[in-house]
């Protein structure tokens, strides 16, 4: 008799907690979704956001493959961008990757803006794009206002425990982009999107700014591929709009590439 108390008190409980649950039926239903990415467009930094020249990162990485999480020191990140972008997940701009462990680049990639480079040196075009087919897309929130884009708003979601509005980004080569963005404070807290490893989401937070700027930039970026986690990432530093050489770019580095 007892045991059956203690049951039946349990499933009350239950209920009465999943009562209280708030359910996620579009809060502001007739709120559209190109206002949702203009109001995202102003809480992560507004024109100086939308429009950047250049983001340089820096911070630490952990990656993880077959049970085992590896640290890697310092995880570097540098980007000039396009002023312009039609397709979300080909390579635009100029973009470089180094990931160090034990002093070590076990990670050393870039984008000229016409090859794809590595520590042994160049690579054909054609090959450096589908390289880069998993690092491009959430960029195209950038431009998701421009001419030649259709936004779409989807099922609002749940973030981390976080309400968020989801917006589908077609670009006007009918390349697909997902992203969920905050009820409370317009952050973008998600991408997703299609990849030849599988379907690749980003989730973002531990949002910090610089002391005087608007730019919100997310510490912690964690990354998916078919719903299992492949890396996080913890940037620790960003600079926006620093003049960066070419030679950033052109690897192998050359040895004054960074002299003042």
Request: proline letters at 4%; aromatic letters at 12%; one cysteine or more.
């Amino acid at each position: 008799m007892r045991h059956t108390l203690i049951v039946a008190t349990a499933l009350l409980a239950g209920v009465a907690h999943g009562d209280a649950l708030p359910t996620l039926m579009p809060t502001e239903p007739a709120l559209d979704a190109s206002t949702i990415v203009q109001r995202a467009h102003d809480a992560a930094g507004g024109a100086q956001w939308v429009r950047p020249v250049s983001l340089s990162l820096s911070g630490y990485a952990v990656f993880y493959r077959d049970g085992v999480a590896t640290r890697h020191e310092r995880h570097n990140m540098w980007r000039i961008y396009d002023s312009g972008k039609r397709q979300a997940h080909r390579a635009d701009g100029k973009v470089r990757i180094e990931s160090i462990r034990e002093d070590t680049a076990v990670i050393d990639l870039s984008f000229d803006g016409t090859y794809t480079y590595t520590h042994a040196g160049r690579s054909e075009p054609t090959i450096g794009d589908s390289r880069w087919s998993s690092s491009f897309g959430f960029g195209v929130i950038r431009h998701a206002l421009d001419e030649g884009y259709l936004l779409q708003r989807l099922p609002d979601d749940l973030v981390d425990g976080r309400a968020t509005y989801v917006i589908n980004v077609l670009d006007p080569y009918a390349g697909e982009t997902r992203f969920a963005i905050a009820y409370d404070d317009y952050a973008i807290l998600r991408v997703g999107f299609d990849t030849p490893r599988g379907w690749h989401e980003r989730i973002y937070s531990d949002f910090f700014s610089n002391e005087g700027e608007r730019w919100r930039q997310p510490a912690r970026v964690r990354l998916y591929y078919d719903g299992v986690k492949a890396n996080e990432v913890i940037w620790t530093a960003y600079a926006i709009n620093e003049t960066l050489p070419d030679c950033l770019f052109v690897l192998p580095e050359a040895t004054d590439c960074r002299d003042d």
